[in-house]
């Protein structure tokens, strides 16, 4: 079986963003969400996915994951908005099977 990684940006309410890498992309916004991890997204309440990206290898991931990071704001929300212009929850429904 393949292993997928995913380049995944988050936003809060007023337009925060966080970009992160994992190879569990349900777990690691759940654990957002809860709070699991202490640091720059539970502080500013980031917790809704607005873009994510797929890949079967986790050194490009990680490299796009360092490039997104290092792009201008700008660039970022154009991104977000080419596929999701009214910046929805994509993991909005993921949990609600779960009681969550």
Known sequence: MTRQYYVY?????????????????????????HKITKGFA???????????EATTSIESAIVREKRLKNWPRA???????????????LADGWYDAEGD
């Open 9 to 33: 940006i988050l936003a809060s309410k007023t337009r925060r963003l966080y970009i992160g890498v994992t190879n569990d992309l349900r777990r690691r916004v759940w654990e957002h969400r």
């Open 75 to 89: 660039w970022k929300i154009r991104l977000i908005e080419g596929h999701n212009p009214e910046w929805k929850d």
């Open 42 to 52: 539970e502080r500013y309440r980031i917790n809704r996915l607005v873009h994510y």
